[in-house]
Structures are given as C-alpha cells and as structure tokens.
C-alpha cells in the first residue's frame, strides 16, 4: 500500500501531459514518470484491448537507429552481438532476438527491424544506456549508432487495431505480423510494426517526438480505442507467455533455459558467432539444466514473483519469475523457471505461497491464445 | 447503533454486540486497485490485535489485513471467493472481510473515530 511520489528527476515521455489529463496514475518506472493505469483500472483496460483496442505509451523504450558504414555489412555485424539470423532480414521484416553475454547470459532483449537501409532496434528503457554503450564498444567500426530516444513510441494492440489505424493510413491493414513499414499518419512520418507485446493483433508505432500526442489523440478519438498503462500491459505479456526483461530473463538466464531456441537462427545453432555461443549450442544439444515453464496454480492464490516452486513433496526446484491474475484467463497463472527433470507439461508442482503449497501445475505457453495476423 | 472505528492500516471494524465487522476503507481498495481474491480467517480462529489474519490480493500486489482487535472469529464472507470486486464496489458494505467476538473491547479505544481517519487519509496526500 506505499505510495511512491513521482520525483522531479524522472523523464517524461511526449505523452505525459496526455496520461496526465487523461487521469492516469503516475508511478516511477525505468527512470520514466509512466502510467500504471488509467481510472478504468487493470481489469478493464486489460479486457478492453482483448476485446477491442488499447492504446499503450511505450515511448520510454529505446529505439536505436543502425547504419552500415561504407564496405560494411550491418546485418552481419550486429550477429556478432546477437544469436538472431539478422542477415536473413529481408527489407520490411522484423525478428525478436536477445543481446547475450559471454555466459550465454541475456544482456537485454530486443526487436530488430530492417527498412533496406538502416537496421531499427527497440530496446528494454531500463537497459538502453547499456546496449547503446555496449553496441558502441563492438561496432563502432563498422556502424553509424544512433540513439533515437526522444521519438514516440505507441503500441495500438487489440482485434479493432487495424480498422482503427487502418483509417489514418490504409496500407498497414496489409502488414503481416512481423514486418514493419514507414506511414504517414496524420502529415507525420511514422515507422509501423506489426508486432507488439499482449499476444494480440495490433502494431507500433514509432512517430516524430513532436506527432506523438496529435497522433495518440487522433486514435484516442475512436470510441472502440481506451488508454491503457504498465499495470494491464504486464498482464497481458503474461498471458501471451511473453518473458519481462529482468524478471522472467536476465544475465543469468540463457535463451534456451527461457524456451527461446525458436529466435535463435537454424544456421547460427551450429555455427555461432555471438557471445557465449558454445554455451548456447550445448545447452540446445543436451538440454539446458532447467526450464522456463507455465504454471497454473489451483483455486484462486496468486504466486507472485519469487515464489519458491517445489514439488509435491516438497523438495524446492525453482522459482517464480512472473506471477498474477489474468483477467482473460479469470485466473491466477505464473511462469518461472525449474529444474529440467520436472518441466515437462502435466507436472504436478507446488507453489509456496505464504508458507503454504498451493498445487499448481506445469502447462504450455502462452496462457491465452495469441492472436496475430500473419495475412 | 453500531460504531465504525479505523486502523492507520485502514481497515474498519463496525461493532454491533460485541461482535465486530472488519474490512478495508474506500481509500485502500483505492489504492489496492482491482481486487482478485481474499484469503479470509477461518471461524474459530483466535485472532490478536495487529496479526495478519486475512491477504487480500489485488491484479497489483498482496496485501495483508491486520486484526484491528483481539477476539475470535465467528463468521467469515464466503461472497468474496465469487465476488472478490465486492471490496471495490462496496468496501464497506458488501466488500467485508469477517466478524469477530471481541475479547477486549478497550482495544476499540486505541482506534480513529471517522472524523480522525479521514483527516488521518488527508495527511497521506
């Protein structure tokens, strides 16, 4: 029940006047003054976007701009960073990919997008100082790095987002999922991702620092479109599955202990060529010590994060790394990560919540459908 | 006529024959946002005065309910297991959390009157 105050060393996005008046609640978040919610509340902003369409801040993410310098290939260079196939990027195509350390540990995870000429980044707002350094160290030489920090970023998520932005600009009805375009919406060049963050439909959209607001008013003006903050944008992620930079995957984690062999490219498996890539390409032949698995806890107790995960008889095999209610779900569910032996689905676990187990069990991810639109 | 007394932590405890009705104040379930499930005392227990005797777990966080008195619990509301916004809708009147036989009335004494907790609510900001 503390109350933070939100100090005057925070930044402020290009929609803080809006969250403001739109009568948001303010919290501290990654070094950002951010919405936790709007007064609709968690519940309804998270059933609202399955339902419909919200339309979440995501400004304080860091986009970072990357251009190969003459004779250079940026593609190629940023693989030596990331197990993602980038060379493989077509113009328009997005993949999901992590920057790893040494350990086979994730530095951050991120999104890359090609346009042809540039290689677009999106990166997680508590560590973009760092992947900016740390992108600087190793490819100053053959890459123009530039931080984009102070554009827009918007995400439009839910089954009415693309009538919604369909409307401003008609060609991102025709994006698949996973490809981005630059649109003009509203007189104001914008760069368009189908992709997002809730498992759901929907798009990013990146926009001139000084667009931001005209353009979140613009699609605020459509009845079927609600604001919504971090609060709901954290239960959403959680029912795609998705995993939370510093919770759910951190330095300590490997992509294959996070269940992410899926974004690791079919060549790079085996030949590497990114930091801690013998780990990594052991890990997948052998199978990592543990796993990151779903868990549907029985009844109604939620397990949050840091909840001890044992099994029946109560020997500890992990732990909780995300955990809460899922509006869509009507339900309590977590993820986290346990002992390779006791992942499978259909495990019987125990949860220990309280000093007390609450049976939970070991069940596929995502929690809820996803639903994005592969044309 | 029941007297409504309120803890810092803000619950409230209405007092009716010596049996009290305990839940949490408008301003908590303000703060607590969507309210998703509450664990409540079973009947029987015997509870005292600031132990934690019932978790109320909102889409946000958990949060423990402090006995505001000393006695034994004689009903708990089963309504919230299927009706956990109940503490939102009507936190002090649908929304409460269980009654207790008090065993120290005097404890009532150490409590805010209406008047206090909401200039008490004010101070918080």
């Keep these: 029940m503390g109350e933070t105050t939100a100090s005057a060393s925070l930044k402020r996005t290009p929609l803080h006047g809006l969250h403001v008046a739109l009568g948001g609640k303010i919290v501290p978040f990654a070094g950002y003054e951010m919405p936790v919610q709007f007064p609709a509340g968690i519940l309804n902003e998270h059933l609202h976007t399955r339902r ?3 339309l979440f801040d995501v400004s304080h993410m860091g986009q970072i701009r990357l251009t190969a310098k003459p004779g250079r290939n940026a593609a190629a260079a940023l693989e030596r960073l990331v197990p993602g196939d980038i060379t493989g990027l077509k113009p328009g195509q997005m993949r999901y990919t992590q920057f790893t350390n040494a350990q086979g540990g994730i530095l951050d995870d991120l999104m890359v997008t ?4 540039h290689l677009l980044l999106v990166v997680n707002a508590a560590c973009k100082e760092a992947d900016l350094a740390h992108i600087r160290e190793h490819l100053s030489q053959d890459l123009e790095i530039e931080p984009m920090f102070a554009r827009g970023l918007m995400a439009l998520q839910g089954p009415a987002a693309a009538d919604v932005l369909g409307q401003h600009a008609a060609r991102v009805r025709g994006m698949a999922f996973m490809t981005g375009s630059f649109v003009m919406i509203d007189d104001a060049e914008c760069y368009v991702t189908r992709s997002g963050y809730t498992g759901c439909d929907g798009y990013e959209i990146s926009t001139p620092a000084d667009a931001c607001e005209r353009i979140a008013k613009l699609l605020l003006a459509d009845e079927r479109v609600k604001p919504v903050g971090l609060g709901a944008r954290d239960s959403l992620r959680l029912e795609a599955g998705l995993c939370l930079y510093g919770h759910d995957i951190d330095t300590t984690t490997t992509p294959v202990e996070a269940g992410l062999v899926w974004s690791i490219g079919k060549e790079r498996r085996t030949k590497g060529g990114f930091p801690g890539d013998h780990i990594i390409i052991r890990q997948i032949a052998d199978g990592p010590p543990r796993r ?15 909840t001890d995960i044992a099994t029946p008889d109560g020997a500890v095999i992990g732990k909780v790394t995300s955990g809460g209610f899922g509006p869509s779900l009507n339900g309590p569910l977590a993820m986290g990560y346990v002992d390779r032996n006791h992942a499978a689905t259909g495990t019987k676990l125990a949860l220990m919540v309280r000093g007390k187990p609450v049976p939970a069990e070991v069940v596929p991810m995502p929690f809820v459908k996803h639903t994005y639109w592969r044309g | 006529m029941a007297k409504v007394k309120y803890t810092e932590e803000h619950e409230w405890i209405s007092v009716d024959n010596g049996v009290g009705t305990v839940g949490i104040t408008d301003y908590a379930q303000e703060q607590l946002g969507d309210v998703v499930f509450v664990e409540v005392p079973e009947v029987g227990r015997t509870i005292a005065r600031g132990e934690a005797v019932a978790v109320v777990e909102s889409v946000k966080a958990a949060s423990d309910i402090y006995a505001p008195v000393s006695g ?17 809708l ?16 005097g404890e009532l004494d ?16």
């Design chain 2, 90 to 105: 009507e936190p002090m009147g649908n929304g409460w959390f269980f009654k207790v036989r008090l065993s120290n009335p």
């Design chain 2, 110 to 125: 150490g409590l805010m009157d209406e008047a206090r907790y909401e200039a008490f609510v004010k101070s918080l900001g």
């Design chain 1, 292 to 306: 990151r698995v779903g868990l549907r806890p029985e009844g109604r107790t939620i397990a949050r994060e840091g």
């Design chain 1, 114 to 117: 090609s346009t042809g000429d």
């Design chain 2, 72 to 88: 034994e619990v004689v009903e708990a509301n089963g309504t919230l297991a299927d009706a956990p916004g109940n503490v939102n």
């Design chain 1, 52 to 54: 419909a369409a919200g």
